[in-house]
């Protein structure tokens, strides 16, 4: 018998301020990273507008990668929290 699957939780609303050491989960994992951490929120210049970037940190192999962060929005390639 195989074991159950946590469910994945819809991701409804993201701020971009709020993500920053939030927990994703790669759906096609690449290279062993599968566990990413948002280590950092990349704030734009000037500072009165919109916030567009993030870094995703590997946790297996601490490679950073940087994507919008509306890409996390996406359920075919991320999903919340570490599953």
């Known amino acids: 018998m195989l ?3 946590k469910a994945a939780m819809p991701v409804t609303s993201l701020h971009p301020k ?3 050491l939030s927990k994703w989960t790669a759906v096609a994992p690449a290279r062993k990273e599968k566990h990413f951490l ?3 929120v990349i ?5 009165d507008a919109r916030i567009e970037w993030v ?3 590997a946790v297996h192999t601490k490679k950073t990668l940087r994507l919008r962060w509306r890409a996390l929005r996406d ?3 991320w999903l919340q929290g570490w599953l």
């Open 55 to 57: 870094e995703l940190e």
């Open 38 to 40: 948002v280590s950092r």
């Open 3 to 5: 074991p159950k699957q």
């Open 18 to 20: 709020k993500l920053l």
């Open 43 to 47: 704030l734009p210049d000037p500072p």
């Open 75 to 77: 359920p075919a390639n």
